[in-house]
């Protein structure tokens, strides 16, 4: 499974700017005949599909992502940069600097993250990616991003 989520990592950073990539994954698992192996190739089109798909597995029809039990059970974990932004652009956003909040140390920062690792409760307005990422730098959590679709919708009053 490991080699499984590692190639799709890959893939996800490998189709940022490629219309298709290969996959090949020697030795994915092994039955009476031998060993198995995966040698594959995949379109931006048909991982955007695929990935549409799962999500509509996931959350289902009509339910709010924010509300769904699903999502509330996603976990932090450690991935590296280029398998987060998936090739989009990323930029640091340390607006509460802007406004006198002092950052802890960087040591401290990573430390605090660390210790959060399997920590469970993501919520799309309440505590999502942002309000993680603040609550490491700053030692409280803030979503920038929540705060206008929180407010029309009646979360924040």
Not at 45 to 63: M, P, W
Not at 111 to 139: D, I, P, Q, S, V
Request: charged letters at 25%; a positive charge; hydrophobic letters at 35%.
């Amino acid at each position: 499974m490991q080699h499984l989520r590692e190639a799709a990592e890959k893939a996800i950073c490998e189709l940022s700017p490629a219309a298709q990539i290969d996959i090949n994954l020697p030795y994915l698992t092994m039955d009476k005949s031998g060993s198995k192996h995966m040698n594959s190739k995949i379109t931006r089109a048909q991982f955007e599909s695929l990935v549409a798909y799962l999500t509509k597995r996931a959350v289902g029809k009509n339910k709010w992502i924010e509300g769904d039990d699903k999502s509330n059970n996603a976990e932090v974990m450690e991935s590296k940069f280029e398998v987060v932004v998936q090739g989009s652009p990323a930029r640091i956003n340390n607006y509460p600097d802007c406004f006198g909040s002092r950052p802890y140390a960087a040591d401290e920062i990573v430390e605090r993250a660390r210790r959060a690792l399997g920590k469970k409760g993501y919520n799309l307005l309440k505590y999502n990616c942002e309000h993680f990422a603040t609550e490491c730098r700053y030692g409280r959590s803030w979503s920038h991003q929540s705060v206008g679709p929180g407010l029309s919708l009646g979360f924040f009053q």
